[in-house]
């Protein structure tokens, strides 16, 4: 019996020794941030497979460590953003945060970050001014800036003179509007009137009577992620088309996730943003073949990408760094970082740590028996146009 406990004192020992330290030392940990639940969900459910289809095409390793992903659910709730961005520093010994579901989430994770001397990865919100907020934060999203003003080049030369914009009243919505009129005025088009709809359960219906009253060629439209197929029947319902009103938007608004599910109205939608699931090149195609077989047929969208390339970014900024994830030098790696994305090419900012991408100008079509966004311009390797302007 004693040569029993012994020996098994023994193994003990040599197992601490063999495995416990290296093993604290191999790992790297990412703290995923996200609405799981709540109405912001499928931005959630989107990014964190994003992520996990990154991790399983490339590996869990790079640089030599162990790449340990911990998703979080903050329901949309920044209060909750920020504590769970706390707990993942100091408990978890997360090496780097990422996420940023909505504006307002990654907003408050910036002190944390900032205090904590630790990188943010934003995989979805859009606002320009989020990457000012700490000097650890990047982002593999976009901005509304970056992905409204194109929209405002193809209305002011495809015939559409008079515009009124409709936007969710928060920051990626302002920008929205503010970038779209900027360009399209700046290009002989008129915007006659500017609405703003608030975030939280929005019923469009007084908002598009508005719209229709005024007699636009077109209405210019930013909505989050999700709410798309709501704005779109009730856009029917009010016969806006019909009165010969033209639907231009953000990308964000024909949503590929939730497309197919909005039907016919859809149809002709023109759209400018960065990812579509039909985007013609190898690398989408692999990564929509993975990303559907793991999840179910489920179709990627945007979001999807934004968490997807924040691995890609993570894994490209620990291989410069040899797998040194501690801040202030992982935010040197990443700037100026680039790689192919399922989306084409994109790159890091070196100055602003947002992303230089296309934007790609798509019509919803019809192919193949499903509703798709079909690239048909390229507005390439834009960079965010609100830090060029204030420079
Ligand atoms: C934001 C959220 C979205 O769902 C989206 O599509 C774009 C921007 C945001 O809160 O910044």
């Known amino acids: 019996m004693m040569r029993g406990m012994l020996l098994g004192a023994a193994s003990l020992v040599m197992a601490l020794a063999g495995t416990l330290p290296a093993a604290a030392q191999e790992v790297v940990k990412i703290g995923l941030i996200l609405p799981m639940t709540g109405p912001f969900a499928s931005t959630g459910r989107q990014v964190s497979a994003g992520a996990k289809t990154f991790m399983e095409m490339k590996g869990d390793t790079v640089a030599g460590k162990k790449v340990e992903l911990i998703i979080r659910d903050d329901a949309g709730v920044a209060d909750q953003t920020r504590r769970i961005a706390q707990e993942l520093v100091v408990n978890e010994s997360v090496q780097v945060l990422a996420g940023g579901g909505l504006t307002p989430l990654a907003m408050a994770v910036a002190p944390v970050a900032t205090q904590a001397k630790v990188p943010m990865v934003v995989t979805s919100a859009g606002t320009a001014a989020i990457t000012k907020a700490s000097e650890f934060i990047t982002r593999t999203s976009g901005t509304l800036p970056q992905y409204s003003l194109p929209v405002g080049t193809w209305a002011a030369q495809n015939g559409i003179k008079k515009v009124v914009t409709l936007v969710s009243d928060y920051g990626p919505g302002l920008d929205a509007e503010k970038w779209f009129t900027k360009e399209f005025t700046s290009k002989g088009g008129e915007v006659s009137e500017a609405v703003r709809v608030p975030l ?137 970082l680039s790689w192919t994305s399922p989306r084409g090419p994109v790159s890091i900012d070196p100055e602003t740590r947002d992303i230089i991408q296309n934007i790609y100008m798509r019509e919803v079509k019809e192919v193949d028996g499903e509703l798709h966004n079909v690239e048909f311009e390229t507005f390439a390797a834009l960079k965010d146009p609100e830090k060029a302007e204030a420079k």
């Open 200 to 336: 939280q359960n929005p019923d469009f219906a007084p908002f598009l009577q508005r719209v229709r009253d005024a007699k636009p060629d077109a209405v210019f439209v930013f909505l989050p992620s999700g709410v798309g197929s709501l704005f779109m029947k009730q856009f029917a319902d009010r016969g806006l088309a019909e009165a010969g009103i033209k639907l231009i938007a953000t990308g964000d608004v024909t949503d590929d996730d939730i497309l197919n599910s909005m039907g016919k109205p859809a149809l002709g939608t023109i759209t400018g943003h960065f990812y579509a699931t039909a985007h013609d090149s190898p690398e989408n195609k692999a990564y929509v073949e993975a990303f559907e077989k793991a999840n179910n047929g489920m179709r990627p969208n945007f979001m999807s990408v934004g968490g997807y390339d924040s691995m890609a970014l993570i894994y490209a900024a620990l291989e410069k760094t040899k797998g040194d994830a501690s801040g202030p030098g992982f935010m040197e790696a990443v700037k100026g």
